[in-house]
């Protein structure tokens, strides 16, 4: 790994190293903290759990051929060569930003309420068309994430997308500091982490203080069609790029028309350039991904024709509006993750699909005191869909279901406790030919009801706006 030495680790993490000096010139190959991946020449790094400390793994680490262990701590470490920190945790973010900037090359940084996964892929996909692009992978995008998919970047990969989650206040500060982004992308400032961050004034200041860290002549490619990023005159004293659906905003769409679950054809404008393409995942929220894809991918000199290539052969990931069959059943699987604006979202695309239409839907989590209030705007805003029957479970889904019914006493709505009561009576809820969307926050396990729905006999297809 380029100039990630025993002596520029130790360095790096302000470590004291205890060992033979020969080998303070020697570069590890890999870096991990799961002690079940260690190879010959690696930087074991162990992280205390709530259930396990990887201290405790150092010898069978090192008995693996690790070349070097970071520890908090020496009394009972065996004979071999460590490095003495403070803290594992901050040491291996420390040396994380040592390898980026070791490494030097572009990094596109992407942030945001609501979409930062399926805009991660859509940029990745586009930048793909030109460029060997590592990107962010899973669900690695916090403060323990972020530094091991960046010990993932090689010599060969020419761009870096990395995608950055948060919670609280001061987490996007360290993120934003350890990747040192040359473009960073936000989405959207939206009613996510409130119990964290308080309201959308919250969410926008946590949010931007990626700004202090980027790359001096970085750029700022920012939703011009949310409130609060449209305010933003500058940063770092140049003027961001908005995209959106408005030809006030340099990367803007036109001319749209859904077509249903196949996707969104448009018009994408960037300065004199325009083509038409189809955004191959439903719903406005992917026309503005690929929008952000297409302002980046502007920035990074693709042509027209990469970009619409790129937008084109984007793919999504398991749990976000990814579209599945089982016989005539079709189910939207969108159960990784929920917040208001998502789930709003991902309704607005069911109501557009003709035929039988069933929501299933469960608890948002991290939305702070007025999470009853915001579940029943949900159901308020659904109550005007031309959804066909609605199943809520959960506490607070119930308040979605008084929202729906407040509004449209008509609605068929019916509320469960508990997955557990729901599962056994799809069979008689859900109609052989219905299209199903499945969403809630992760800790509900919806993936279960997803399961149920589609046993065996499930077929993959593309998908749509994420959550």
């Known amino acids: 790994m380029k100039d990630l030495t025993i002596r520029n680790i130790a360095a790096s993490s302000g470590g004291t190293y205890h060992g033979p000096e020969e080998l303070l010139s020697r570069e590890v190959t890999s870096v991990t903290t799961d002690s079940r991946k260690a190879e010959a020449g690696c930087l074991f790094v162990p992280l205390k759990g709530e259930k396990s400390d990887g201290h405790s793994f150092i010898p069978q680490v090192m008995e693996k051929g690790a070349l070097v262990t970071l520890t908090e701590r020496e009394e009972g470490m065996p004979d071999c060569p460590y490095i003495l920190v403070d803290s594992t945790a901050e040491a291996i973010q420390k040396i994380a930003g040592f390898y980026r900037r070791a490494l030097g090359i572009p990094v ?84 996510c982490h409130l119990e964290f961050l308080g309201d959308r004034d919250g969410v926008f200041k946590a949010k931007t203080e990626c700004f202090a860290h980027m790359q001096p002549d970085g750029f700022a490619v920012l939703n011009g069609e949310d409130d609060k990023l449209a305010e933003v ?17 340099r990367i803007y769409a036109d001319a749209m028309k859904p077509l249903g679950l196949g996707g969104t054809a448009c018009t994408i404008h960037i300065d004199d350039d325009e083509f038409r393409v189809t955004v191959p995942l439903p719903g406005e929220h992917m026309v503005l991904n690929a929008l952000a894809g297409a302002a980046v991918g502007a920035l990074y000199g693709l042509t027209p024709e990469e970009i619409k290539r790129g937008i ?28 208001p604006m998502s789930m709003k979202a991902s309704l607005h695309v069911l109501g557009e699909i003709p035929g039988g239409t069933c929501a299933i ?65 799809l069979p008689s809820l859900i109609r052989p030919d219905d299209t199903v969307l499945v969403k809630a926050s992760h800790f509900m396990q919806f993936e279960r009801i997803t399961e149920a729905l589609l046993s065996d006999k499930e077929e993959d297809k593309k998908g749509g706006p994420e959550a």
């Open 108 to 191: 596109v940084g992407i942030t945001g309420s609501v979409g930062k996964t399926s805009t991660k892929e859509m940029i990745a996909s586009v930048l793909g068309t030109k460029y060997r692009v590592l990107k962010t992978a899973g669900n690695f995008n916090n403060n323990l994430g972020l530094p091991l998919t960046i010990f993932r970047i090689t010599e060969e990969d020419e761009i870096a997308v990395l995608e950055m989650g948060i919670s609280h206040f001061g987490e996007m500060d360290w993120l934003a500091e350890t990747a040192a982004p040359d473009t960073m992308v936000i989405t959207n400032i939206g009613t």
């Open 233 to 249: 005159e500058e940063v770092s004293g140049r003027r961001p790029i908005f995209y959106g659906l408005s030809p006030r905003c």
């Open 312 to 339: 084109e052969s984007m793919e999504t990931v398991g749990g976000r509006f990814r579209i599945r069959h089982a016989g005539e059943l079709t189910v939207i699987d969108d159960c990784y993750n929920a917040n």
């Open 361 to 425: 839907l469960g608890d948002m989590g991290e939305l702070g005191e007025t999470e009853k209030e915001l579940h029943r705007e949900v159901g308020l805003d659904a109550a005007a869909l031309p959804v066909s029957r609605y199943l809520l479970v959960g506490n607070l889904a119930k308040e979605i279901a008084e929202g729906i019914r407040g509004k449209n006493p008509d609605a068929d709505v019916r509320h469960f406790g508990t997955v557990d009561e729901l599962i056994p009576a």
